[in-house]
């Protein structure tokens, strides 16, 4: 509006130059936003994987100690993420928009063939809007089940925590559309 309003004047003004120049400067504060908001809380809900309740803790404090942005805290009442574990072909999975909302499943086979808080922060990840890279290294979470069931790693690495917090450097809550993000044959898995 305002600089529609710039625009109106500098047209029907005989001098031209002045209006001109305001456009770029009125556009410079949007450009140049440094503000810090506060962290943004996603609250979560382990009471229906009720195995993995421990690892489910363990895998947000992992996340909760490697960025700021966004923080992870378990409150079912206020719930916009919930833990559930059950038996599934296809293995563990996140179902989720990426900004903190759906639920994660937690498969009982793979639960005992790798690490589990691995799995837990990993899934976690998700929900915090990273993807899979299965042909990852073990020091980066979201390759998963990539490097086998010895890697024990965790926690995110460097990229993948300022990757988060870029997601999350709006300070609010958004929504997007809910999809399900897991290899539907685990052979590399989670
Ligand atoms: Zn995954």
Redesign the pocket.
Known sequence: MIRKTFLSVAAGAALVVAPITAGPAAAAPVTGDDVTPAAVTVYYDASGAPSYASQIRAGAANWNASVGNVRLVENPSAATLDFYEGSDPSGS??YTDGHGNGYIFLDHTQMGQYAQVRITA??T??ALGLP?NYSGPCSEL?S?GGPGTSCTNAHPNGAEASRVEQLWSGGERTRGELRR???EVPAAA?
């Open positions: 999975y996140a990993h899934e990840g998700h899979d979201m998963g993000i897991g290899e989670f």
